[in-house]
């Protein structure tokens, strides 16, 4: 990988795939009307917000993730799509800090950011309409370079593995068929939905090769519309979330290796649609998957066991609606001794949710975490 690679837009026309959708819709918006909680009889609890951000909707604010600065500090970074670039708010109260970037396809400007990601101190972010991943570090935000030009079409997730040499990053690809952008392209051309990363460097010089793509192409275990995925390595386990209303949103259930285990989850249980999703990994390998259903007026998150991933509850905020991207940092500090949970709200603001409180309200066992 050479650092900030130009785009190959004709390499990509030869490919065959369809131009960028147009910035203010996205395949998943495709409901007739706004599915509501306040008409699907979901049963839930109630779980009181802990801090809402200001709401900035002229941001399109889409997925959200959290690092610890060295002093302890917490910052929440997401991303935010109609003004290209990353919103930086404090994790315990939502102050906005800063901003970061702009539209372009420089080093540190973005082109519709959507999943964002962290490890260590390193921030992955996923760039639709740049199509690409880009690489930079906290807590400068020190752009270090950009892969996938060459492979992606319409990239919206991600989740990274660390590795002894490095990182695996799986990016899902949601390519959509060319003659109709409203429409998924036929099954068997969606063996590309995923496309799996190896990444290593250090200081300024990084590299990133292709390993393969992934996806199943029969009827059971196609992902049509793919945007959210999140990996548990301790249970060998990939869930990707199936967002085609039609077919019937859900959670599938692959292996680390790309491979359909034909089993879903909460295809009884998701009404609206299944969006982000989070690990809460607690000792002894429990712990449970929080998975947001895209209701327009009120979220529900909700809540499968980590081993048998058996529905054990869900809940609401007050107010977060239409929720996106989500991220868990379990990570305790004097405002969240027992971690946050973050969650967008109606694509222009960040809610945050103290771990206590989800823990108590749905009778969760204690979680320590690993």
Known sequence: MKPFAPLLFAALA????ATPLPADREP???????PLLSEAQVPHVVVAEAFVTEAAPQENVDSPTAWRAPDGTRWVIATAKDTHRLLVYAGDD?????????????????????GIAVTGNLLWVVERDNRRVQLLRLPDFTPLATFGEQDLLQPYGLWVQPLDDGYE?????????PQDEDVPPP??????????YRVTGDGTDWNARLLGTFGATDPAGAIRIAESLFGDPEHDRLLLAEEDVATGTRLREYGLDGRYRGRDVGADVFRAQAEGMALMQCAGGTGYWIVSDQFKDRTVF????????????????????????????????ARFPRGAFYAVDDDQAVAAFDL?????????????AP
Do not use: I
């Open 94 to 114: 939502g102050r906005l800090l800063r901003t970061v970037g702009g539209p372009g396809a420089r080093p540190g400007q973005f082109n519709r950011p959507n």
């Open 169 to 177: 990053v799986l990016v899902s690809d949601n390519y959509m068929s």
């Open 28 to 34: 998943d918006e495709a409901f007739e009307q706004d």
């Open 302 to 333: 909700h809540l499968f066991d980590r081993v048998s991933l058996d529905h054990v509850g869900a809940f609401a905020g007050e107010r977060t609606a239409n929720t996106d991207g989500v991220w868990l940092d379990q990570s305790g500090d």
């Open 356 to 368: 206590r409180d989800v823990a108590s309200a749905l009778s969760l066992s204690e979680c320590e």
């Open 187 to 196: 099954l068997a051309e969606l063996d590309r939905r995923f496309k799996r």
């Open 14 to 17: 030869l490919a065959g795939c």
